[in-house]
């Protein structure tokens, strides 16, 4: 097949390549400020939200779905801030408490809707995993134009967000708005979450928030090298896990992207360490 002839595999290609590039660079922030489990609560608090929007509109039209999911995803984080600042909840434990919660009453309720005897309903499941396969051109330009506007505002507030991530104390003593930079944050990972749940799913969509940005790590030294860097991950290994699964029957998109992606994180760790360990070698002098 033929990137330039067939259509599937253009859509296919063109939207995974775009979600695992804007993917990388929105989820960049977050694993800076070891706030990797966020990506991961906000995919799986969607779920419920998706569900919802299904059963107050019969319908699985995609606005209704991703308003669902927007609305869940941001009330989990609202949730999350409430729980530690009223309580003694750590900033991890909470996030974990509203992932788990949420992603069983999403579970609970497609449950539920698969039970019921409407005909919509069908395929509705494959929000959990993903369906590249189902990608059509109107879904990739909505990927570019949200992943492009996301990534803009990202750039936007790039530099106090470095020192809300780097020193977040001194952040404060300076009079940052700090509150409505992490509400920027959670916005733009609710934003990367919502164009990537036709793609790769709730379940697995947190791999490409993180995935990318730790492979890019080890071999960086400042934030542009990190996004540039991470965003060149996300790309490759997005379009190398759709190609093989394209030219692979029955191999699910989604899941070879996350794998893909997550070897290139094992790949990247192993030349970093391999390329520092023969620099630490002393020379064996002889006489």
């Known amino acids: 097949m033929s990137i330039f ?3 599937t595999l253009r859509t296919i290609l063109l939207g995974t390549m775009s979600l695992g590039l804007f993917c990388a660079i929105l989820g960049s ?3 800076l400020r070891r706030q990797s489990l966020v990506g991961d609560t906000l ?3 969607a779920l419920p939200g998706v569900c ?3 059963l107050l509109t019969g319908s699985k039209a995609p606005l209704p779905i991703l308003i669902g999911a927007a609305l869940t995803a941001g009330l989990a984080m609202a949730w999350v801030r409430w729980i530690t600042t009223k309580t003694r909840t750590d900033w991890n434990t909470a996030l974990g408490i509203a992932l ?3 992603f069983g009453l999403g579970v609970l309720l497609l449950s539920l809707i698969q039970r019921s005897p409407s005909a919509n309903q069908a395929g509705l499941d494959t929000i959990l995993f993903g369906q590249a396969a189902a990608l059509v051109q109107e879904n990739v330009i909505a990927i570019l134009i949200v992943g492009t ?3 803009a505002v990202l750039i936007r507030i790039r530099q106090p967000y470095q020192l809300l991530a780097f020193d977040p104390d001194f952040a404060r003593a300076s009079g940052l708005n700090t509150a409505r930079i992490e509400f920027l944050q959670t916005t733009l990972l609710v934003a990367g979450i919502i164009i990537g749940l036709n793609t790769v799913g709730v379940v697995l969509l947190s791999a490409l928030l993180v995935a990318p940005t730790i492979a890019a790590r080890p071999w960086v030294r400042s934030t542009s090298q990190l996004l540039i860097i991470a965003a060149i991950f996300g790309l490759v290994s997005s379009a190398t ?4 699964s394209v030219n692979t029957p029955n191999l699910p998109t989604g899941p070879t992207v996350v794998i893909i992606s997550t070897l290139a994180v094992a790949l990247s760790q192993i030349l970093y360490s391999l390329s520092h360990r023969k620099k630490r070698t002393p020379e064996v002098k002889t006489a």
Do not use: K, R
């Open 43 to 45: 995919a799986h608090a």
């Open 100 to 102: 788990t919660s949420l």
């Open 241 to 244: 896990g759709a190609l093989i």
């Open 149 to 151: 506007v996301a990534t």
């Open 29 to 31: 922030f977050a694993v």
């Open 52 to 54: 919802l929007g299904f």
């Open 5 to 7: 002839t067939d259509y």
